[in-house]
């Protein structure tokens, strides 16, 4: 994607050479930087994915000066910034563009939607009455009419929030002040929009206290309803578990007698084997020995042998050599004997101690399972405690009306940012 946007910003700045020779009416829309830049920041702030994001950021850091500059392009910022939630990074941009161009109503609605979200409520009224400044001065402006009439309505959304759901964030004298001031410098058709949608607000967060209002109180019926049902079922639960756990104390105990006594007698079984095996060892250690020392004097006869000249010394080395080589048969019959019985020996031990761990693990099992059990049993314990507790002083299931008193402290209940709408309107400007 860096060589994409790299290659992209060779097209542009090319197009604006262009541009500056082509008379006006031979420049094609198709060859517009401005156009294409917001064209590729949509596409990439509308992707899902974070190495989509980070392509749109360097896209924009890519960007030629002029491009950068233009309104539009960093509008198509903005919201491919609100897009992916960036509401810190959109909110600095969108500053930026507001400084530089305090014309740019687009830019002023998003604003002031990111200080509303933020809750930054006294920077949001002081942005609003600015931009009722600004929209006094729209009146008669060419294709701003319905631009002008939404970001009326749109402030009517915050300030009936303000009075609504937020009102207690900031003074009623404050609030009310900066209403009237942004009402005044609105013109009949625009004031209608504040008014409408200021009531909108008003009437829906109405709603929504009444709809939580009615769920509490249902949910409290509810509860008493079924108050002493459930403590009636919570007592033979707690009955029922205090059975199962004498239960599972007495299994537990009998597995540990158990397991002490499978202990002990493979350990019976084992000892001999064990002293056997040492024994085997001992004996397979001193063959060894012999077979070493005889296997030298054999190679030492022989080194003899093949210096000695005498016939008579050299048949007797013979006679040695030959009584060396039977001996040296016999320790290795023995070493294979040793060998065989140190094998069987093995095999046993390994058996014994295969069965000992086999009925470790079972029993260990068994008391692990047992365990857990009053792990469970202790759990339900607390659960049906703390069940008790909040049955005795239940208001019923409250998750609806938590749910309802969400939603209508929520910004974004009442005003949701166009997103789609504002990326058509602005793809529609070129």
């Known amino acids: 994607m860096m060589g994409e946007c790299l290659r992209w910003t060779g097209r542009s700045v090319a197009g604006l050479v262009l541009a500056s020779l082509v008379p006006g009416d031979l420049w094609s829309a198709e060859n517009d930087p401005v156009r294409e830049a917001v064209t590729q920041l949509l596409d990439l702030g509308w992707a899902s994915s974070l190495e989509q994001s980070k392509k749109a950021d360097r896209c924009w850091a890519q960007l030629p000066p002029d491009v950068q500059n233009d309104g539009r392009a960093g509008y198509a910022y903005v919201l491919a910034l609100i897009k992916q939630r960036r509401y810190a990074e959109a909110a600095e941009k969108v500053d930026q563009l507001v400084a530089r161009d305090g014309k740019n109503v687009a830019a002023w609605r998003a604003k002031i939607w990111l200080a509303m979200l933020t809750k930054r409520y006294a920077e949001a009224l002081a942005d609003m009455a600015k931009l009722a400044d600004l929209l006094a001065t729209q009146v008669k402006a060419p294709g701003q009419d319905e631009l002008c009439t939404m970001a009326a309505g749109e402030m009517g959304t915050a300030c009936g929030f303000l009075d609504g759901p937020a009102e207690a964030a900031l003074a009623v004298a404050q609030r009310n002040a900066q209403r009237d001031k942004i009402l005044a410098r609105l013109d009949p ?162 058996q014994v101690r295969a069965q000992r761990a086999a009925t470790q693990a079972g029993f260990e099992d068994g008391l692990r399972r047992a365990g857990q059990e009053l792990e469970d049993l202790e759990r339900q314990e607390k659960v049906t405690a703390a069940t008790e507790a909040k049955t005795r002083q239940a ?36």
């Open 395 to 430: 208001k019923g299931d409250t998750r609806r009306a938590s749910s309802l008193a969400t939603r209508a402290a929520a910004f974004t209940t009442y005003a949701p940012f166009p997103l789609e709408e504002e990326k058509l309107r602005l793809l529609g400007s070129f």
């Open 189 to 350: 058709p625009r004031k209608d929009a504040f008014e409408s949608s200021r009531r909108r607000v008003l009437n829906l967060h109405a709603s929504y206290l009444t709809q939580q209002d009615d769920a509490a109180k249902k949910a409290k019926q509810e509860a008493s309803e079924r108050r002493e049902e459930t403590l009636k079922e919570l007592k033979s639960q707690r009955d029922r578990i205090a059975e199962e756990r004498a239960q599972v104390d007495e299994q537990g105990e009998k597995l540990q007698a158990g397991l002490r006594y499978e202990h002990e007698k493979l350990a019976a079984a084992e000892r001999p084997l064990v002293a056997e095996m040492a024994g085997l060892q001992t004996a397979l250690k001193g063959t060894l020995a012999q077979r070493r020392d005889v296997e030298r004097a054999i190679v030492a006869l022989e080194e003899m042998l093949a210096r000695e000249k005498d016939p008579s010394w050299r048949e007797r080395m013979l006679l040695d050599s030959q009584r060396l080589q039977l001996q040296r048969s016999g320790i290795l019959a023995r070493l294979t004997e040793l060998q065989r019985q140190v094998a069987v020996v093995n095999t046993r031990l390994a």
